[in-house]
């Protein structure tokens, strides 16, 4: 799915499947006139080309979509979410909306116990020197504090404070020890929701009749579109993780078949 599917032409929809068009549709319904800030932030698109121009499409595939992004809005206001942890910061486009609608939630761009409202953990310099600079453009770098190193290290320095949403887009092989860290380390709030992404790419759904943890000799589906076997440690990493969630006794998950598949989780009473 393209970054923006809310602004699709004629020929991108007479061209889709059913599918596709069903998602065009439904991302273009989910813009709201009626809320400040706009449900696509007005520098997004400035965003996501300045992503391509630098980094190729391949890499630019990395940063999640308008579509996506609304979604996320959403479940902020919905949760009425006053503070965001995001691993994996990558060029801002999803800082950028979650600050947007942290201030639909009426959230100050005040330090709370030393951060900012976002904090977004990211090991790759350049990454967060452009992300800094897409959120002055964005109006929301006074919401954003950047953390650049090892997303291990940087939770040890986060233990102590608390978040109602907490966004894994990052090292998918760690994804984990992020969540056990997070959970064990009571840096999820009451009431608090962790999103995860990419937990259903093409590399991973071939797992879908392998038991976890994957035996080595373990032979997933053979389907035409996950043939890259450089990707199926990644793959296997984020079944066991999808597993492993499924039959954690401290949570409940459900993950939704959009984009390439994103797991909402949250904790049960008295974890």
Do not use: C
């Not at 319904?29 to 965003?47: E, F, H, Y």
């Not at 630098?54 to 919905?78: K, P």
């Amino acid at each position: 799915m393209a970054f923006s599917e809310t602004t699709g032409t004629s020929d991108d929809y007479e061209q889709a499947s059913a599918d596709q068009l069903r998602m065009f549709y439904a991302a273009k319904a989910s813009v709201n006139t009626n809320v400040d800030p706009p449900s696509v932030p007005s520098t997004i698109g400035d965003v996501h080309a300045d992503t391509v121009a630098r980094h190729g499409e391949r890499v630019a595939i990395m940063a999640i979509s308008e579509y996506q992004g609304m979604l996320q809005s959403f479940l902020v206001g919905l949760l009425g979410a006053r503070r965001v942890l995001e691993i994996g910061t990558f060029t801002g486009a999803s800082a950028i909306f979650f600050a947007n609608a942290l201030k639909r939630n009426g959230v100050a761009n005040t330090p709370t116990n030393s951060y900012k409202p976002i904090v977004s953990l990211d090991v790759s310099p350049k990454f967060a020197q452009t992300a800094r600079q897409n959120f002055v453009k964005a109006g929301i770098s006074e919401y954003v504090d950047v953390v650049v190193g090892d997303a291990h290290e940087s939770l040890n320095e986060l233990v102590g404070q608390t978040f109602d949403i907490v966004f894994l887009d990052a090292n998918k092989e760690a994804y984990r020890a992020y969540y056990d860290k997070i959970i064990e380390s009571k840096m999820l709030a009451k009431g608090g929701l962790i999103i995860a992404d990419n937990t259903a790419f093409d590399w991973v759904t071939p797992f879908i009749n392998v038991s976890a943890p994957v035996a080595e000799d373990a032979v997933p589906l053979r389907v035409p579109y996950s043939s890259h076997p450089e990707l199926l440690d990644m793959g296997r990493a984020l079944h066991e993780f999808n597993e492993y969630v499924r039959q954690d006794p401290r949570s409940e998950v459900v993950m939704l078949p959009l984009f390439t598949g994103i797991s909402l989780i949250r904790l049960l009473p008295d974890n």
